[in-house]
């Protein structure tokens, strides 16, 4: 089932702080903040309080998330809280997705799910 209202959220973040999304890394610490592609963004919105991207002195991109101590990947966090499968999560988290792409991937799931 579409998790409808955080995938809305996620996109009316994007559309609020845009220096904020960076489609073609999952999460890049940067100087201003901290920067996700749409799979980050969710991550980001729904991990527990003590959960954490594992960001290194040396590496200041990541495809994970640590959660309860264990390592997750953050599309695999993302595909579980929008409810989409893994096909629909290649196509959703593309690198080189803009918004208008990601609003064209939503009316279709849209069409193809019930929503929560």
């Not at 973040?13 to 969710?42: M, N």
């Amino acid at each position: 089932m579409l998790n409808l209202p955080l995938f809305d959220k996620v996109m009316k973040l994007i559309e609020l702080e845009p220096e904020r999304w960076e489609q073609s890394t999952w999460a890049y610490k940067a100087e201003c903040g901290t920067a996700f592609c749409f799979a980050g963004h969710v991550v980001n919105l729904t991990m527990p309080e003590d959960a954490y991207f594992p960001f290194s002195e040396f590496d200041r991109e990541t495809a994970r998330v640590v959660i309860d101590g264990a390592m997750n990947s953050i599309s695999t966090v993302a595909m579980r809280e929008l409810g989409i499968s893994a096909g629909e999560a290649v196509a959703l988290f593309n690198g080189g997705n803009t918004m208008t792409d990601i609003r064209r991937i939503r009316d279709f799931l849209v069409e193809k799910y019930e929503t929560i």
